[in-house]
């Protein structure tokens, strides 16, 4: 063993056989080390507890930007189908009435009416998933 380390090992051992025969001399500042070492603990509680919180905050921010994303992109596809709808829409109403009469017939102004009805009750209907 080295001087160091043997010195340290026969103060230990020292302590333990006359420790309380020098309990006057280091009694002041061990109870303040304790004090100190409960304020870091107590420190460390709100330390970990304010990490939690903050972690939950995180989540919740995730999740309600992932659902405005989504939201969002229902949107763009209603838009995409309605624009589809009413492109159509007018296509067939321009082709029907350029159109012979036999053609006419089986792409009737009826069915883009029809098509503009759907357009309508698309337009009024509530922004919801699934439709």
């Given amino acids: 063993m080295s001087h160091g380390v043997h010195a340290v090992q026969h103060e230990v051992e020292h302590e333990i056989k006359h420790g309380d025969q020098h309990a006057g ?3 002041l500042l061990d ?3 304790k004090k100190i070492a409960l304020l870091i603990g107590v420190m460390a509680l709100f330390l970990a507890l304010s990490e939690t ?4 905050a995180q989540t919740g921010a995730l999740s309600y930007n992932i659902e405005a994303s989504n939201l969002w992109a229902f949107f763009q596809a209603k838009n ?3 624009t589809v709808v009413l492109t159509a829409a007018e296509g067939m109403t321009v082709n029907a009435a350029a159109a012979p009469v036999r053609i006419a017939v089986t792409s009737s102004p009826s069915k883009a009416a029809g098509s503009n009805a759907t357009l309508v009750r698309t337009e009024k209907r509530p922004p919801t998933f699934g439709s």
């Fill in 80 to 82: 995409v189908r309605r």
């Fill in 53 to 56: 919180l903050g972690k939950s």
């Fill in 31 to 33: 109870h303040f080390n």
């Fill in 25 to 27: 001399h280091g009694n």
